[in-house]
């Protein structure tokens, strides 16, 4: 196949992607807020807080989207005058959402409004009834057969909602509130300044990138680059970029934000997003780039002990214990795991009162929600949705529940990187990246293409990175040679000739100076 029939066909797979998804969407595609089910209930009881003064917190979740939710309902509340306080639950103290641990955090106040978690918070509900508070939940994650006997609940994924999208994140959801309560309270307000932060959730939660998702990345985006707010232009110095693409957020960003739920307190994200200068946002961003530095150490020793606390390597879902596992990185290495085994993957450590706490993560195309959900019955809590699941139970369980996922089944073609394109090696140019640029941002539902080659020889081979977790190779076929980067690689690459290798076809700049490279897959 020549250079341009190789070319015309990688375009058409890109393009027929959308038309599967409804098309390439913009901005003006997005559904009213008002097909949200409960959408004008909670509006309603929002206003009347307002006009009567009564007391509101906003309570969160310790991850970028829960985070980046927080922020942008407590900054919509503060834009309008109206003064709320937030909360965000400690993984180590309170656990995961919304739940009888946080009581006292949250007993007088009049409303109570949840956002990137609450679906699944029965008991709490339950509490607030008695309490005579108040609470309004709104969620992304799948609903179970019990909902909680709250005062409205914003779901797209429960029941009777008719809401286009249902796989949207906690952020987008909180937006989609703002906005109706922009209209129910009559003001005039741009709200598209939020959509950046949506982005960021969106890529750092792993929502598809098709539909209304893709519309707000690309236009996120392009406004995060241009953007004046203090902790933006702190990430783009501590960064050294002008321009900010889904890899960036998805590698970097959502890293940065993450490790101070992951490793300590998340109100360090939330204080760092609120930074009124830049002064002030490089201070909490220094203190974001120690923790994510204290959570990369912590996550390779992890996975470097991993294979020694594997239960079965025959099952299709994989599950790996340990008795003093940090918990807090426990999702980076099951993802860590998903990409060495093919596998998903169900990590689990040992907390207080004999209870085993974990978090699992899934190929693309598996739902990994669906799969356990059969399987609950063994566990005290779970949660989540099809990619990314958190989950607990009794130490005595374990042994029922490992067992019990023997009988799931998992498609061959359920495979991280089963979707290549093998082409020659001596296509690789500009007119094939800007193809490739024109159907961006990448990431879930819409993955990166994924090229094969064969026959290439690796001439040079050279540690880098801080702690020289990376290596950089140049690859050579004829006349043709890239520099290649392979990172954390489980086993790198040796100096030798006629080798198949897989990768993705990147831009990188420097100096104003602009050359491909390829990221080994």
């Known amino acids: 196949m020549n250079k341009i029939s190789q070319v015309d066909k990688i375009e058409s797979i890109l393009k027929n992607r959308f038309e599967k998804s409804g098309g390439i969407l913009s901005l003006s595609n997005l559904p009213f807020p008002n097909t949200f089910k409960d959408m004008d209930k909670a509006c309603r009881r929002i206003a009347s807080a307002i006009d009567n003064k009564e007391k509101i917190i906003i309570v969160g979740d310790y991850d970028v989207d829960g985070v980046i939710s927080t922020y942008i309902l407590v900054d919509f509340f503060n834009s309008i005058g109206f003064n709320v306080n937030s909360f965000i639950p400690n993984r180590f103290e309170h656990g995961y959402g919304i739940s009888l641990e946080i009581t006292d955090f949250v007993k007088g106040y009049?409303?109570?409004?949840?956002?990137?978690?609450?679906?699944?918070?029965?008991?709490?509900?339950?509490?607030?009834?008695?309490e005579g508070i108040d609470l309004i939940i709104t969620d992304h994650h799948t609903p179970k057969e019990t909902l909680p006997d709250a005062y409205a609940i914003i779901d797209p994924k429960q029941n009777e909602c008719g809401f286009k999208y249902p796989d949207i994140c906690g952020a987008f959801v909180?937006?989609?509130?703002?906005?109706?309560?922009?209209?129910?309270?009559?003001?005039?307000?741009?709200?598209?300044?939020?959509?950046?932060?949506?982005?960021?959730?969106?890529?750092?939660?792993?929502?598809?990138?098709?539909?209304?998702?893709?519309?707000?990345?690309?236009?996120?985006l392009k406004e995060l680059s241009r953007s004046k707010n203090p902790a933006v232009l702190a990430l783009k110095d501590h960064l050294n970029i002008t321009l900010f693409k889904s890899e960036t957020i998805s590698f970097w960003v959502a890293p940065l934000l993450n490790s101070a739920g992951r490793m300590d307190d998340a109100s360090l994200a939330l204080k760092f997003l609120q930074s009124t200068t830049l002064s002030q946002a490089s201070h909490y961003l220094f203190e974001l780039v120690s923790t994510n530095e204290q959570?990369?150490?912590?996550?390779?020793?992890?996975?470097?002990?991993?294979?020694?606390?594997?239960?079965?390597?025959?099952d299709n879902i994989l599950v790996f214990v340990s008795n003093d596992w940090h918990e807090g990185v426990l999702g980076i290495v099951a993802s860590r795991m998903v990409k060495k085994y093919k596998k998903p993957a169900i990590v689990l450590t040992n907390t207080k009162k004999e209870i085993l706490k974990g978090s699992g993560r899934s190929l693309n195309g598996f739902n990994l929600f669906e799969a356990i959900e059969p399987k609950s019955h063994f566990l005290d809590k779970f949660g989540g949705h099809a990619m990314a699941i958190g989950l607990s139970l009794k130490k005595e369980n374990l042994v029922n529940f490992v067992s019990s996922l023997q009988d799931i089944e998992?498609?061959?073609?359920?495979?991280?990187n089963n979707t290549f394109l093998k082409i020659d090696f001596e296509i690789i140019d500009f007119e094939l990246y800007n193809i490739l640029e024109k159907y961006e941002p990448y990431g879930e539902a819409n993955p990166k293409p994924l090229f094969e080659c064969d026959d290439l020889d690796i001439i040079s081979s050279s540690s880098i990175g801080k702690n020289s977790e990376h290596r950089k190779y140049l690859i050579s076929k004829g006349d043709m040679i890239f520099e290649a980067v392979h990172f954390n690689p489980i086993k790198p690459l040796d100096v030798s000739s006629n080798n198949k290798i897989r990768f993705t076809i990147n831009k990188n700049s420097f100096k104003n100076q602009e050359k491909l490279q390829l990221i080994i897959i």
Request: with cysteine; glycine share 2%.
């Open 174 to 220: 909180t937006w989609y509130l703002i906005s109706a309560l922009k209209q129910e309270l009559r003001i005039d307000m741009e709200l598209r300044i939020y959509l950046p932060y949506v982005a960021i959730a969106t890529i750092a939660d792993v929502m598809p990138l098709i539909h209304i998702n893709r519309a707000v990345v690309v236009f996120g």
């Open 410 to 416: 998992i498609d061959e073609s359920f495979d991280i």
């Open 295 to 314: 959570r990369k150490v912590i996550e390779n020793e992890i996975c470097d002990l991993a294979d020694e606390n594997l239960l079965n390597p025959n």
């Open 110 to 130: 009049d409303l109570i409004i949840s956002v990137d978690n609450g679906i699944t918070a029965v008991p709490f509900a339950l509490w607030c009834k008695e």
